[in-house]
């Protein structure tokens, strides 16, 4: 089976960045549409970002000019850019290939 696995999360201060990564084993990586999700404590997963195979993008509103995601698809690596923190944006990050698997997530932490 497919393995997600996330890194690049850690505590910023509020206004700074980050940049995860989720790297994909297997061979058919470029065939998954990718997507990036959310989960602060007490809460539901929600939604963050998403990149199909041939690369379109879709948002969280709350993340709109924020975050970007993109592919690299020779590393088999999503990413997702997230600029100008806010505390609420607090959570265990998680990768998903859909259809496929979700990866173990990665804890951002926002706070001055």
């Known amino acids: 089976q497919v393995q997600f696995v996330e890194s690049g999360g850690g505590l910023v201060q509020p206004g700074g960045s980050l940049r995860l990564s989720c790297a994909a084993s297997?061979?058919?990586?470029?065939?998954?549409?990718m997507a990036w999700y959310r989960q602060a404590s007490e809460t539901q997963r929600e939604f963050v970002a998403r990149?199909?195979?041939?690369?379109?993008?879709s948002y969280a509103d709350f993340v709109k000019g924020r975050f970007t995601i993109s592919r690299d698809n020779a590393k088999n690596t999503v990413f997702l850019q997230m600029n100008s923190l806010k505390p609420e944006d607090t959570a265990v990050y998680y990768c998903?290939?859909?259809?496929?698997?979700w990866g173990q997530g990665t804890q951002v932490t926002v706070s001055s």
């Open positions: 998903l290939g859909e259809g496929v698997n």
């Open positions: 297997g061979r058919f990586f470029s065939g998954y549409n």
């Open positions: 990149i199909t195979t041939n690369g379109i993008t």
